[in-house]
Structure formats: C-alpha cells, structure tokens
C-alpha cells in the first residue's frame, strides 16, 4: 500500500455522506460524487450509528450498562462522602483532647568529614620516546 493525500472516489449519494460523516469523525480528506450521475437521488440522514454498524437496540442495551456503571459509581461516591465525614467527626473528637506533652528529642550530633586534596608529589616523570625505545626520568615540579 501507498499513502497519498488524496484519493477520487465513485460513491452513490448515501456513501458519499457517510464519507463526509467519517471525514468529521476521522481524518478523511476528499470524497467526490459519481461524476456521471444525471438524475436526482432522494437522501436519508446519516449518523455515526450507519458508521458503525450499531443498531438502535446495540445503542439503548449500551446506554443502559452504562447507566448501572454510573448509578454503582455514585452509590460508592456516596459511601466515601459518609465515610469522610465519619473521619471529620472523630478528628474533630480528637482535636478536643489535650495532647500528651511532647518529649523532647535527643540532641542529634553530626561528624563533619572534609576532604583534603593531598599535596601533589615533589617529583614527576616524564616518559621519553627515542625511536621504539621509552627512557623515563624522574625531575623536580615546578611551583
């Protein structure tokens, strides 16, 4: 298969509104109509529902589990709401008692490590290549 950005299409008037149906739903870009087309064609509405195949009963048997789902979502809603406002009340109850004096902490003592970068050493080498051959010589830094 080839991706184009466009395609001409030969649709009867019925497919040609579900193209510009599935054009606003989708990402369809161009639909054009039977060129040859001389005589009036009587059209009928379209909806998402002749996309998909849906029924008016696939719809309503869908609407309706999704109404359980929801009246089962609000019925658990409104457990928590009680639920919350049975924790409000008891803080509140709670909040009345005179608190226990608190015990003072420990003193906490850090150990502070700083590092301390070593002296460089007095001497260095220096690697010489003379050929294949390395000779090395240890000389004095210089500050």
């Known amino acids: 298969p080839t991706v184009v950005k466009s395609v001409t299409l030969e649709a009867s008037t019925r497919d040609a509104q579900k193209l510009t149906l599935a054009a606003g739903a989708g990402q369809l870009s161009l639909a054009l ?18 996309l998909t195949g849906e029924t008016p009963a696939d719809v309503a048997a869908r609407q309706a589990e999704l109404d359980k789902k929801r009246k089962r979502a609000e019925d658990k809603l409104a457990g928590l709401a009680q639920a919350v406002d049975r924790v409000g009340s008891q803080l509140d109850q ?9 015990v003072a902490a420990p003193e906490v003592v850090k150990e502070v490590v700083k590092y301390v970068t070593p002296e460089p050493p007095a001497r260095a080498t220096v690697g ?9 010589y240890d000389v004095p830094r210089q500050q």
């Open 94 to 102: 709670l909040s009345k008692v005179k608190p226990a004096p608190a």
């Open 128 to 136: 010489v290549f003379r050929g294949v051959k390395l000779e090395t």
């Open 33 to 50: 109509r039977q060129a040859a087309a001389s005589k009036g064609e009587t059209t009928e509405r379209v909806t998402l529902s002749d």
